[in-house]
């Protein structure tokens, strides 16, 4: 069984800047790909950005890009996702998750283990 934790979220000014951490409770975290997605009121769970084992390898949607970076430190086993530049639109749960086996992907249900989510709100 893998554990994350999120945390780093709260509330900020349209503009500002958060960066969300993620932290594994698994001996081997250096062998899985990690991914953040966020799930705002209303709307459907949507993916944000993905990193490869190894942090080589990154991918975005598209509504983050230039604004978001995913990164990680395996020997601490975390996962960061830094947000510049944020807009109202970002406001959502953000979680991140682990893939125990395959390469990054924008796809939820190739995801293994989930966190409990933490609160990101911009403000106008």
């Known amino acids: 069984q893998v554990q994350l934790v999120e945390s780093g979220g709260g509330l900020v000014q349209a503009g500002g800047s958060l960066r969300l951490s993620c932290a594994a409770s698994a001996r081997t975290f250096s062998s899985y790909t990690m991914g953040w997605f966020r799930h705002a009121p209303g709307k459907e769970r949507e993916f944000v950005a993905a990193?490869?084992?190894?942090?080589?390898?990154?991918y975005y949607a598209d509504s983050v890009k230039g604004r978001f970076t995913i990164s990680r430190v395996n020997a601490k086993n975390t996962v960061y996702l830094q947000m510049n530049s944020l807009k109202p639109e970002d406001t959502a749960v953000y979680y991140c998750?682990?893939?125990?086996?395959?390469?990054?992907?924008?796809?939820?249900?190739?995801?293994?283990?989930w966190g409990q989510g933490t609160q990101v709100t911009v403000s106008s």
């Open positions: 998750a682990a893939r125990i086996w395959g390469i990054t992907t924008n796809m939820s249900g190739e995801y293994d283990y």
């Open positions: 990193i490869s084992w190894s942090g080589g390898s990154t």
